[in-house]
T-cell receptor, first 115, second 108 residues
Framework: GAVVSQHPSWVICKSGTSVKIECRSL??????MFWYRQFPKQSLMLMAT?????????EQGVEKDKFLINHASLTLSTLTVTSAHPEDSSFYIC???????????FGPGTRLTVL | GIQVEQSPPDLILQEGANSTLRCNFS?????LQWFHQNPWGQLINLFY???GTKQNGRLSATTVATERYSLLYISSSQTTDSGVYFC??????????FGTGTRLQVFP
């Protein structure tokens, strides 16, 4: 149980385009979802926390207008990278929890390459 | 904010060797977890260990919360143990702050 999927697993896009990444909890209701970014050979950095039905809370230094997060249901959160540029190329990982002090379950990640 | 440092940053072992990975954190935390990130990027939870010692097969972990560090022991390492090991601390409400990571390569 507690499976989290991400789609797509990898994406290549041209500079200036927008890219949407989906994160789904397949067998549980995720009241809270988290989005992380990982640059090559670096650690995971938390970008934002989203609760179902409410606005996401962004970490300091993360541009909320560039990284749009929508947590519209208890099983789906989306991250849209707007007007992507090469410096946005990274590995994006989501996690989901059932709320409270619950365990975070991690998705397999999405590798974004912006040309 | 809290700082989470891991050592060593890189570790190269021959199959069968034992190793100890360390995680130091700069503030009191609610929980601590150890993860293995495989070469494809998937994070696999190894231990929840806010304090004390736990063992799971060839892996064991010890956290001394009062001294703000945790250790991950890998015994009889195998090539499949290769990857990056992260500790992550729960600080505040549900937030996980990841450490700097230890990249492990195990050669046959």
């Amino acid at each position: 149980g507690a499976v989290v999927s991400q789609h797509p697993s990898w994406v290549i896009c041209k500079s200036g385009t927008s890219v949407k990444i989906e994160c789904r909890s397949l067998d549980f209701q995720a009241t809270t979802m988290f989005w992380y970014r990982q640059f090559p050979k670096q650690s995971l950095m938390l970008m934002a926390t989203s609760n179902e039905g409410s606005k996401a809370t962004y970490e300091q230094g993360v541009e909320k207008d560039k990284f749009l997060i929508n947590h519209a249901s208890l099983t789906l959160s989306t991250l849209t990278v707007t007007s992507a540029h090469p410096e946005d190329s990274s590995f994006y990982i989501c996690s989901a929890s059932g709320g409270g002090r619950g365990t975070q379950y991690f998705g397999p990640g999405t590798r974004l390459t912006v040309l | 904010g809290i700082q989470v440092e891991q050592s060593p940053p890189d570790l190269i072992l021959q199959e069968g060797a034992n190793s100890t990975l360390r995680c130091n954190f700069s503030d009191s935390v609610n929980n601590l977890q150890w993860f293995h990130q495989n070469p494809w990027g998937q994070l696999i939870n190894l231990f929840y260990i806010p304090s004390g010692t736990k063992q799971n097969g060839r892996l064991s972990a010890t956290t001394v919360a009062t001294e703000r560090y945790s250790l991950l022991y890998i015994s009889s390492s195998q090539t499949t143990d290769s990857g990056v090991y992260f500790c992550a601390v729960e600080w505040g409400t549900d937030k996980l702050i990841f450490g700097t990571g230890t990249r492990l390569q195990v050669f046959p």
